[in-house]
T-cell receptor, first 110, second 112 residues
Framework: EDQVTQSPEALRLQEGESSSLNCSYTVSGLRGLFWYRQDPGKGPEFLFTLYSAGEEKEKERLKATLTKKESFLHITAPKPEDSATYLCAVQGDSNYQLIWGAGTKLIIKP | DSGVTQTPKHLITATGQRVTLRCSPRSGDLSVYWYQQSLDQGLQFLIQYYNGEERAKGNILERFSAQQFPDLHSELNLSSLELGDSALYFC???????????FGPGTRLTVT
């Protein structure tokens, strides 16, 4: 069964303190792994798509990486405006829909 | 702005009532997805349409139904509403089923 697990559930950092969020997955035939950011009461905002192990993508202070079993979202020198819930989702060969993780709630304190 | 629009933004109704939520996908997107997100909960996939046809079903209750029209907009109908149906309802669209989804701003439904 396709499954996505995100850790930690919540992460509190000081402004400027770099860290990483984890997304572990099991899926038959990975078609894509997706990272989203969600602010409270808003729709998820697409960040990255990763397709194969070894792939990396960057956007401002965020960098996403992918292995055969997990993905990391690295946050470098975060700012308070990076505070949000970060969601990971995968799509495999057996499903048209995305399989979503529960998210990591990131809080950046000034 | 993702390009996906949803109306209304907020909806307050009573138990037992029926409501319709509307979604217009991004220009060129053929797939539409509906999700439910209860307070502090994850995204629950409800249903997907592709070019007017149902493609996949998730945890959608029998009281809920959806359709996608020829102009590709979609409607989610919720009937016999219960207090537990109070949630944010998101619509998302994608070019094809295998691509990233872009989400609308959501409709907040409150059932009293």
């Amino acid at each position: 069964e396709d499954q996505v697990t995100q850790s930690p559930e919540a992460l509190r950092l000081q402004e400027g303190e770099s860290s990483s969020l984890n997304c572990s997955y099991t899926v038959s035939g990975l078609r894509g792994l997706f990272w989203y950011r969600q602010d409270p009461g808003k729709g998820p905002e697409f960040l990255f798509t990763l397709y194969s192990a070894g792939e990396e993508k960057e956007k401002e202070r965020l960098k996403a990486t992918l292995t055969k079993k997990e993905s990391f979202l690295h946050i470098t020198a975060p700012k308070p405006e990076d505070s949000a819930t970060y969601l990971c989702a995968v799509q495999g060969d057996s499903n048209y829909q995305l399989i979503w993780g529960a998210g990591t709630k990131l809080i950046i304190k000034p | 702005d993702s390009g996906v629009t949803q109306t209304p933004k907020h909806l307050i109704t009573a138990t037992g009532q029926r409501v319709t939520l509307r979604c217009s996908p991004r220009s060129g997107d053929l797939s539409v997805y509906w999700y439910q997100q209860s307070l502090d909960q994850g995204l629950q996939f409800l249903i997907q349409y592709y070019n007017g046809e149902e493609r996949a079903k998730g945890n959608i209750l029998e009281r809920f139904s959806a359709q996608q029209f020829p102009d590709l907009h979609s409607e989610l109908n919720l009937s016999s509403l219960e207090l537990g149906d109070s949630a944010l309802y998101f619509c998302a669209s994608s070019v094809r089923g295998a691509y990233e989804q872009y989400f609308g701003p959501g409709t907040r439904l409150t059932v009293t």
